[in-house]
């Protein structure tokens, strides 16, 4: 597969694959379902291609992935950027050569030290958004806890380790889909996956088909990932009694929700999203101990999500002002939240001088996740294309600098 490489923008990535498979902008359009004006615009830096269904249209019209079209890992000289991939090579070793029953290393640390380091270590650096840390620690605990899953003490110990199996697969899938290995990301999921089916616990069932949610692939999925997530629901919901339950259950809502609104079948997404705010009614508000962040405040920043993919840009400031940021005390999730509000800002000339100072909040919140993230960077590069004052522009080729983006 042919890919435009270096093309640094989703605009000239779009003009070089559309001109490789021989289309024009019109034909490319029709096929789309969308405007030639609209093409003509992405391919011109114009507007942003940013809605979850315009990306999956023109990708699926093009006979290409999403990560083609998008763009994948992208290695800058900023550091923070960049060095969160060194660690990509021992944790693809680490997902690629164990087996839940068929570890490839013999030697571990005791499991007590293991589970420490899953919820000690990698977790709080999750959440703080270091994937430099993260990759230090994680690869060589998934190694060990294959070792104790296969070779247990004890039933109880046998248990502990793939419940703590998951959760380092929770940290997996996300560092590979920030980083943009989206194929590891969906390694790290199966892997969840075999552990829950050993545990054979609904609660644990439910956390593997969120994690294969979030590394669901990109292209022409849509509506096998509603599917997913309506059956992993449907599965869960008679065994919600506690609120881990509660949590995990929620975060299957939200994916569904997001499907439906990709798909456009708004009542089928307000459904969800009504599902998920009376299960956040029942948990505690607190993003930062909640699993997968799931609670009241996390529902209304997937609802703001949700509206801007549903393009109702006219409600992401009066949706975004409605969070309340004391609650976000998760620095990733914070950042995304930021760059979210950011993003649907950009869209209006009216508010791009505001989209600047929340995009640029976001990468301050967790610079990591931030500069790797290629739906920022389009944005970025957008805006500067459209800069109107020298402040606007001052902070923006910042940003630009540090993503790698021509400024």
Avoid at 34 to 52: C, K
Avoid at 104 to 116: C, D, F, G, K, Y
Avoid at 151 to 164: I, N, S, Y
Avoid at 214 to 243: K, M, V, Y
Wanted: net charge positive.
């Amino acid at each position: 597969m042919f890919t435009p490489a270096d093309e640094v923008t989703t605009g000239a990535r779009l003009r070089t694959l559309r001109r490789w498979r021989g289309m024009s902008q019109v034909t490319l359009a029709g096929l789309a379902g969308v405007s030639p004006a609209y093409i003509s615009m992405v391919e011109q830096g114009q507007r942003t291609l940013d809605r979850r269904s315009s990306i999956a249209a023109i990708a699926s019209a093009l006979r290409i992935s999403e990560t083609d079209l998008v763009g994948g890992p992208h290695l800058s000289s900023d550091a923070q950027q960049a060095d969160p991939h060194t660690a990509i090579p021992a944790l693809r070793a680490a997902l690629a050569t164990n087996a839940v029953l068929e570890p490839a290393v013999e030697q571990a640390r005791p499991l007590p030290e293991l589970v420490s380091a899953v919820a000690e270590r990698v977790l709080p650096l999750r959440l703080a958004g270091d994937y430099t840390g993260v990759g230090a620690v994680l690869p060589d605990v998934i190694d060990e806890l294959h070792v104790h899953v296969a070779r247990p003490a004890d039933e109880a110990g046998r248990r502990l380790a793939l419940a703590t199996l998951i959760e380092a697969c929770v940290a997996a899938t996300d560092m590979a889909n920030t980083l943009r290995y989206t194929d590891l990301a969906q390694v790290a999921a199966l892997h969840a996956g075999s552990a829950a089916s050993l545990l054979d616990d609904p609660v644990h069932q439910g956390k593997a088909a969120v994690l294969s949610l979030f590394a669901f692939p990109r292209e022409r999925s849509w509506e096998r990932r509603l599917a997913a997530a309506e059956r992993a629901a449907d599965a869960l919901e008679p065994h919600a009694r506690a609120p881990l339950a509660f949590q995990v259950l929620g975060m299957l809502t939200l994916h569904a929700a997001l499907a439906a609104t990709v798909l456009h079948r708004s009542q089928v997404a307000t459904h969800w999203l009504s599902e998920a705010s009376q299960l956040a009614g029942r948990v505690p508000d607190d993003i930062a101990r909640n699993w997968q962040y799931f609670s009241a405040t996390n529902v209304a920043i997937w609802h703001l999500v949700i509206s801007a993919e549903q393009g109702d840009t006219g409600r992401i400031l009066t949706l975004a002002s409605a969070v309340n940021q004391d609650k976000i005390t998760v620095r990733a999730r914070k950042a995304d939240f930021l760059a979210e509000a950011g993003r649907g800002l950009c869209r209006e000339p009216k508010t791009r001088g505001q989209a600047v100072h929340w995009l640029r909040q976001a990468e301050a919140a967790a610079p990591q996740r931030i500069r790797n993230n290629p739906a920022v960077r389009q944005s970025v590069a957008f805006l500067l294309n459209r800069a109107t004052t020298t402040a606007v522009g001052r902070d923006l080729r910042g940003m630009a600098a540090r993503m790698g983006v021509p400024h």
